[in-house]
């Protein structure tokens, strides 16, 4: 069995047998010539149902997933709503209560219309899970480590009790990637992944991507990026490829800095709490440390009492005040004016988003520099 920065590197199809490239085409072409109606030359018809290069980082993020079938989209969203679109009217979700605001708007406000239903539970409280179970639930919908309070959930035991219920589990493995952690081999059915994060890695393309377990769920999500036309394009599909190929180098260096700045926050009189799983004071640190392989570049923290998180986050220098994550440059925002606003003031405070948490994307940066620019900060503040 090969190491992961080989099959990075390798997985998949990672060059062109026609040619001997070592970097797949692109291939811009939306329709492929046939030899008779219905006779294409080769697997490929039109771009939508399928293109060369969008195969080829399919097939990639399939073998590292270590899963059936893999499909990239042209966003996270697009491959959560295909995902979501699998279900028919009637049926019922239960999903972690942190959830990633654009997911839970994407449920909330278009497919409830369409007859879904959802409960959100602290899936990092196994027990809890069970009260939330109707006769119509169909799936249990996790993210961990979750976005933003960095929650572990336990996959190995929610699929558990999806099993025993005849559910579903479905993990959003955008924080730790592959890399770090793979809920296939640990009992989950899809993985989805916004590959605008860690996989691109360069905050230059927006894309997303689905992972089946089993050839049934595969070709539900298949017929569902066809039928919806959500697809990766081409040159999306070669930019996340290259991406990919230096994954295990950046996620070893983000989880490396990112350890070193928890303990910095943690330690400091300016903040009252840190959210990062390497923390051992972190209430799922004991089970992210057996389920994944390092605690990823993402955390989140609380200022003391009386400090204004809006003149923290834009008093910093190499902290990028942005939206989004996982890129090679470190980024800082404010979830509940940014990337958690869609989700409404009483369900973040119930789920225990506060307005003054702040989320960092820890970046490659030199780490001197960046534990610089927080000291600086608070000094201003």
Same mark, same amino acid.
């Given at each position: 069995?090969?190491?992961?920065?080989?099959?990075?590197?390798?997985?998949?199809?990672?060059e062109? %047998?026609? *040619?001997?490239?070592?970097?797949?085409?692109?291939?811009r072409s939306?329709?492929?010539?046939?030899?008779?109606?219905?006779?294409?030359?080769g697997?490929? $018809?039109?771009?939508?149902?399928?293109?060369? *290069?969008?195969?080829?980082?399919?097939?990639?993020?399939?073998?590292?997933?270590?899963?059936?079938?893999?499909? %990239?989209?042209?966003?996270?969203?697009?491959?959560i709503?295909?995902?979501?679109?699998?279900?028919?009217?009637?049926?019922?979700?239960?999903?972690?209560?942190?959830?990633?605001?654009?997911?839970?708007?994407?449920?909330d406000?278009?497919?409830?219309?369409?007859g879904?239903?959802?409960t959100?539970?602290?899936?990092?409280?196994?027990?809890?899970?069970?009260s939330?179970?109707? $006769?119509?639930?169909?799936?249990?919908?996790?993210e961990?480590? /979750?976005?933003?309070?960095?929650?572990?959930?336990?996959?190995? =035991?929610?699929?558990?009790?999806? $099993?025993?219920?005849?559910?579903?589990?479905?993990?959003?493995n955008?924080?730790?990637?592959?890399?770090?952690?793979?809920?296939l *081999?640990?009992?989950?059915?899809l993985?989805?992944?916004?590959?605008?994060?860690?996989?691109? =890695?360069?905050?230059?393309?927006?894309?997303?991507?689905?992972?089946?377990?089993?050839?049934?769920?595969?070709d539900?999500?298949?017929?569902?990026?066809?039928?919806?036309?959500?697809?990766?394009?081409?040159?999306?599909?070669?930019?996340?490829?290259?991406g990919?190929k *230096?994954l295990?180098?950046?996620?070893?260096?983000?989880?490396?800095?990112?350890?070193?700045?928890?303990?910095?926050?943690?330690?400091?009189?300016?903040?009252?709490?840190?959210?990062?799983?390497g923390?051992?004071?972190?209430?799922?640190?004991?089970?992210?440390?057996?389920?994944?392989?390092?605690?990823?570049?993402?955390?989140?923290?609380?200022?003391?009492?009386?400090t204004?998180?809006?003149?923290?986050?834009? /008093?910093l220098?190499?902290?990028?005040?942005?939206?989004?994550?996982?890129?090679?440059?470190?980024?800082?925002?404010?979830?509940?004016?940014?990337?958690?606003? /869609?989700?409404?003031?009483?369900?973040?405070?119930?789920?225990?988003?506060?307005?003054?948490?702040?989320?960092?994307?820890? =970046?490659?940066?030199?780490?001197?520099?960046?534990?610089a620019d927080?000291?600086?900060?608070?000094?201003k503040?």
């Amino acid at each position: 069995m090969i190491g992961f920065s080989t099959k990075a590197i390798h997985g998949g199809i990672s060059e062109d %047998a026609t *040619t001997g490239a070592v970097s797949v085409p692109i291939f811009r072409s939306s329709t492929f010539k046939q030899n008779a109606p219905a006779h294409p030359i080769g697997n490929f $018809e039109y771009a939508r149902s399928g293109n060369p *290069t969008r195969l080829a980082v399919e097939k990639l993020i399939a073998d590292l997933e270590e899963g059936l079938a893999g499909f %990239a989209f042209a966003s996270g969203l697009a491959g959560i709503s295909a995902v979501f679109a699998t279900f028919k009217a009637g049926d019922h979700i239960v999903m972690t209560d942190d959830v990633y605001g654009g997911t839970f708007r994407a449920l909330d406000k278009v497919f409830t219309k369409f007859g879904l239903t959802y409960t959100l539970v602290d899936l990092s409280d196994l027990t809890a899970i069970s009260s939330a179970l109707t $006769e119509n639930t169909v799936a249990i919908y996790a993210e961990t480590p /979750s976005n933003p309070l960095l929650k572990i959930i336990d996959i190995a =035991g929610i699929s558990e009790i999806a $099993e025993a219920h005849q559910l579903l589990t479905i993990v959003d493995n955008t924080f730790a990637t592959p890399y770090l952690q793979k809920p296939l *081999t640990l009992g989950a059915d899809l993985v989805v992944h916004s590959g605008t994060k860690y996989l691109g =890695g360069h905050s230059d393309v927006v894309s997303g991507f689905v992972v089946a377990k089993t050839q049934e769920l595969a070709d539900d999500v298949q017929f569902n990026q066809n039928a919806l036309g959500g697809v990766l394009g081409p040159d999306d599909s070669w930019l996340v490829q290259r991406g990919i190929k *230096t994954l295990a180098l950046r996620m070893a260096r983000h989880t490396e800095s990112a350890a070193v700045i928890a303990d910095f926050l943690a330690a400091s009189d300016k903040v009252a709490k840190v959210y990062y799983p390497g923390l051992s004071s972190h209430k799922g640190h004991e089970i992210a440390a057996r389920q994944m392989s390092g605690f990823g570049g993402m955390m989140s923290f609380e200022l003391a009492d009386g400090t204004n998180a809006a003149a923290f986050v834009q /008093s910093l220098r190499y902290f990028t005040l942005a939206e989004s994550l996982g890129g090679v440059e470190s980024l800082i925002e404010v979830p509940a004016l940014m990337t958690h606003a /869609s989700i409404p003031a009483d369900l973040r405070a119930a789920s225990g988003i506060a307005d003054g948490l702040i989320r960092l994307s820890v =970046g490659i940066e030199d780490l001197d520099d960046l534990l610089a620019d927080l000291k600086e900060a608070f000094e201003k503040i």
